[in-house]
């Protein structure tokens, strides 16, 4: 009896409050407490969110009625469960590399609201809570890469064009569905022709669907090297859950669109000599794993496709995090300028070959089990051409990281480059440690992942004879393929690709940007014009000088988008409460 009284009383506490309510009040004790403070509360209340979910049994939940039809804040469930858990581990290590790396206040503060936007996405259970959380995504991120300023100012309005679009299908989608089936909670499936097609061009962007991808490696370069982890962390993957939702039973079209995705940006990707930016076409790359499997249409490929999200997640946001460690100790990340580096940043090093050893499949390590559950469930339903499509891109994947790490850390330095190495704090080397473990955890101990996933992974064995061959022969041919270009890798010169292959979307996409800061500083003059005003109608005494548009402007809005957020979440949950 007492043990039933306490697993009621845990559930109840556990649905008392959403998961995410933590991310809203962690951004706004960051934008206003010192970056010690909001760094801890940040680290603490996120990762908190992990056994928050894992303790939930499936099916708890918490529905609202604001506005007189049902919203389900968040549901726990087998899709759910370790997307959510996965977001939360990773908030809480971005958290602590912000503050590593020197983070300002406010990009922690932006940086946490955009965080618990995602997990508000993976987390609802109707799509009218999800729309929301989806804009507020859009919304919080292009601030967040707005922040920062300089040259990531261009990048973080074609963001927010880019994600206005696919916002605006995905509500027509919505919308059409609702009309369709008459509520907004998930019931299974998403209404077939016009709706699904709206919501799948929607999604397509935040995907970055060849064609609507132009935006991951034009905004993840960009940034502090914080916010390129948190963006990298979340946005895709939220997507590659919501693809889940939309059309469970699988789509052909989609898998094809997944083996594009593959094969375009791994080639592009082995072209680069930015680590974010090499790193940003792998994020594409790896995504078109995930939907190749989602669109195979059965019980083994959404579990692939979660697997690798969850594995994704873990060793792609280290290697971000190591990107970012180059910029932050040795001033630069152009593979070009770097060498020599593996004796003089030995735990870096060590972390970058976890990293490289997860993504490429090498056994032992997360991206060999989930990637092969993924190449499997293709092998066995999808066409024998889109397998092969999978392992060419592994094998383009051996011979990126083959590249970043000799260039990096294993041949001597240039010649001309005085690379002076700047010590790390304990922090940061805490942040690559924690970061590698899951990748060599999920590795050795694979029931530890593939148990916990939706779908069916029952019946694949990762360390079968035929898996480990096929890895192995994969790895042999990306590290010879690799020694034979490394000399004419090492000749082309430092070119943007979209300029060459798409003249005509790089110059829209600029143009685009132009039109849009243009417009952006009249509203600021504007604002600051309105704010003077403002202050000598009410002859505010002493009051001070008002900086630049551009400052005014994001500052203003920043802190107005974290406290809005805090607002919606408490009003939400006020609602719920009986009224005497």
């Given amino acids: 009896m007492s043990d039933l009284l306490l697993a009621v009383l845990v559930t109840d506490l556990l649905v008392a409050v959403p998961p995410w309510v933590a991310f809203l009040l962690a951004a706004l004790v960051a934008a206003v407490a010192p970056r010690r403070v909001g760094a801890a509360v940040g680290v603490l209340a996120t990762a908190l969110t992990v056994p928050w979910l894992l303790l939930a049994p499936n099916g708890t939940a918490l529905v609202v009625a604001p506005f007189g039809f049902e919203q389900t804040l968040f549901r726990v469930d087998d899709l759910t469960r370790p997307v959510g858990a996965v977001f939360g581990f990773v908030a809480a290590v971005?958290?602590?590399y912000a503050y590593a790396t020197e983070a300002d206040r406010r990009t922690v503060a932006y940086a946490l609201a955009y965080m618990g936007a995602s997990v508000v996405a993976v987390l609802a259970g109707d799509w009218l809570t999800l729309l929301v959380a989806w804009e507020l995504m859009a919304v919080?991120?292009?601030v967040l890469v707005w922040h920062h300023g300089g040259d990531a100012v261009r990048p973080a309005f074609r963001y927010a064009v880019y994600h206005l679009f696919g916002g605006m299908a995905l509500v027509a989608a919505v919308v059409l569905h609702y009309a369709a089936v008459g509520t907004f909670t998930y019931t299974g499936g998403f209404t077939d022709g016009l709706p699904t097609l709206l919501a799948l061009f929607g999604i397509g962007v935040n995907l970055g669907v060849v064609g609507l991808h132009y935006w991951i490696p034009d905004t993840y370069t960009r940034p502090h090297v914080a916010a390129s982890l948190v963006l990298a962390s979340f946005t895709t993957k939220v997507a590659v859950y919501l693809l889940v939702r939309v059309i469970?039973?699988?789509?052909?079209v989609v898998a094809w669109l997944g083996g594009a995705m593959v094969l375009y940006a791994v080639t592009q990707a082995i072209l680069q000599t930015d680590a974010r930016r090499l790193l940003s076409y792998h994020i594409v790359s790896q995504v078109g794993y995930m939907v190749a499997a989602v669109g195979v249409g059965i019980a083994s490929g959404t579990a692939g496709a979660v697997a690798h999200l969850?594995?994704?997640?873990?060793?792609k946001g280290l290697l971000f995090v190591i990107a970012g460690v180059l910029l932050y100790r040795v001033g630069t990340e152009s593979l070009k300028k770097?060498?020599?580096l593996g004796r003089r940043m030995p735990v870096t090093f060590g972390a970058f070959l976890i990293a490289a050893l997860a993504i490429t499949g090498t056994p032992g390590f997360s991206g060999f089990v989930s990637k092969g559950l993924v190449t499997k469930a293709v092998e066995t339903t999808g066409p024998?051409?889109?397998?092969w499509v999978l392992v060419v891109g592994g094998v383009g994947t051996v011979i990126s990281f083959a590249k970043f790490g000799y260039y990096a850390f294993v041949r001597p330095a240039p010649d001309d480059a005085a690379l002076?190495?700047?010590p790390a704090p304990w922090s940061l080397t805490a942040?690559?440690?924690?970061?590698a473990v899951p990748s060599v955890v999920f590795g050795l101990a694979p029931g530890l992942l593939l148990d916990a996933m939706p779908g069916d992974p029952t019946g694949f064995a990762p360390y079968a004879t035929s898996e480990l061959a096929k890895a192995g022969a994969t790895l042999a041919v990306g590290v010879l393929a690799f020694v034979v270009l490394r000399g004419p890798l090492s000749r082309l010169p430092t070119w943007d690709v979209h300029r060459v292959l798409h003249p005509a979307g790089s110059a829209l996409a600029t143009r685009t940007g132009d039109a849009t800061i243009a417009v952006g500083d009249r509203a600021d003059r504007l604002l600051t014009a309105a704010f003077g005003l403002a202050g000598r109608l009410v002859r505010v005494a002493g009051s001070p000088r008002l900086g630049s548009g551009p400052d005014v402007a994001a500052g203003r809005l920043g802190r107005a988008l974290v406290i809005v957020a805090g607002v919606l979440a408490l009003a939400l949950l006020v609602s719920q409460l009986p009224i005497a």
């Fill in 94 to 96: 971005a958290v602590a």
């Fill in 140 to 142: 919080t991120a292009t």
């Fill in 248 to 252: 469970p039973d699988g789509n052909l």
């Fill in 310 to 315: 969850v594995a994704n997640v873990l060793y």
């Fill in 338 to 340: 770097l060498g020599g």
């Fill in 384 to 387: 024998d051409l889109l397998w």
């Fill in 420 to 422: 002076t190495v700047r």
């Fill in 431 to 435: 942040v690559l440690v924690v970061m």
